[in-house]
């Protein structure tokens, strides 16, 4: 079956303005354009999303995969995305069943921007089955974390986004920002979608360099968790730390936890057998209280 036809309505990510600084005096500044985005599932209003507009397509894709509310990226025709009134149109196959039992109970979580998921997703949880051998090595661990230190972004320009990106090994494969970091996920998602991976040959015993590797900007928390693992990632990196109900997800099905890296500094939470201390510094280690990181 054909993958679903997108547009590609990517909007402008910043905008210019004039602000005054502390002397008085007038400059202008990039600041990030964000947009609301109705999006409408055979004709019926689903859900409002705030949102850059980066890659409008892959987040609407990735967002009804993540709720679960479609089992493939083949259940779509199309997704048609017009920011002239600010909506996205799915067109569905055959429609979605149960459409409205299944999106009436609804849990606002703690994602910037006021993220939302249907209730149902963690009644699910326990079927997620991830790869048993998907691991990361230290240093592969350092060398993302320095390839977005060195990536040009929003953030850097115009700062108040997020970023998320997925890796293969210490391969960059999307690198996506957004108001949300769940809107971020979820354009990495629907980008997953519409590029699947080759089947991975694991005959030459290597393992972490084919692995997909998630990385945020983000704390960790159980809806965090929940859709990278739904997206058959086993490895987490989050620039910030994690909740303890992401703790819990985490254990529960398996995923590597990694948070507060920076660096070459980092905290594993969860599943540490999945990482390969290949890189321990030499020196021994220094006793230091962690600040609290942003989220």
Same mark, same amino acid.
């Given at each position: ?23 008085? #005096?007038?400059?202008? $500044? @990039?600041?990030?354009? *964000? ?21 409008? *397509? ?11 509310? $479609?089992? @493939? ?7 048609? =995305? ?42 699910? !949880? ?5 790869? #048993?051998? &998907? ?17 040009? @972004? ?6 108040? =986004?997020?970023?998320? &990106?997925? +890796?293969?090994? *210490? ?13 971020? =996920?979820?354009? $990495? ?7 699947? &991976?080759?089947?991975?040959?694991? @005959? ?9 590797? +998630? ?20 490895? =987490? !990196? ?12 985490? *254990? ?13 500094? +980092? ?16 020196? &021994? ?11």
């Amino acid at each position: 079956m054909p993958l679903p036809q997108l547009t590609q309505a990517r909007a402008p990510l910043t905008r210019a303005i004039e602000v005054i600084n502390e002397h008085g #005096a007038r400059e202008t $500044i @990039s600041i990030p354009a *964000e947009r609301d985005l109705t999006v409408y599932v055979d004709k019926r209003e689903l859900v409002t999303l705030m949102t850059l507009g980066a890659h409008p *397509e892959w987040l609407v894709l990735g967002y009804l995969l993540n709720q679960r509310l $479609i089992a @493939s990226v083949n259940e779509v025709e199309s997704i048609t =995305v017009d920011w002239e009134v600010n909506a996205a149109s799915v067109k569905t196959r055959q429609g979605i069943d149960r459409i409205e039992e299944r999106t009436s109970r609804r849990v606002v979580t703690t994602g910037c921007g006021q993220g939302s998921v249907f209730g149902h997703l963690m009644d699910e !949880i326990d079927t997620i089955r991830l790869p #048993a051998e &998907a691991g990361l090595k230290q240093s592969e661990l350092y060398a993302i974390v320095n390839a977005i230190r060195l990536k040009e @972004s929003t953030y850097k320009s115009a700062g108040s =986004v997020h970023a998320c &990106a997925l +890796f293969h090994g *210490e391969a960059l494969q999307l690198f996506v920002e957004d108001v949300g970091r769940h809107n971020a =996920v979820d354009t $990495i998602a629907g980008w997953m979608a519409m590029n699947p &991976a080759p089947t991975l040959d694991r @005959s030459n015993g290597s393992q972490s360099s084919s692995e997909k590797i +998630f990385y945020t900007t983000g704390r960790l928390t159980s809806e965090m968790v929940i859709k990278s693992a739904q997206m058959g990632v086993a490895v =987490v !990196i989050s620039r910030s730390g994690i909740t303890q109900m992401g703790l819990d997800v985490a *254990e529960r099905v398996g995923l590597c936890a990694i948070g507060r890296a920076t660096h070459q500094r +980092f905290l594993c939470y969860a599943n540490p057998q999945r990482l390969e201390l290949d890189a321990i510094p030499s020196a &021994a280690p220094v006793a230091r209280e962690r600040a609290a990181s942003p989220s």
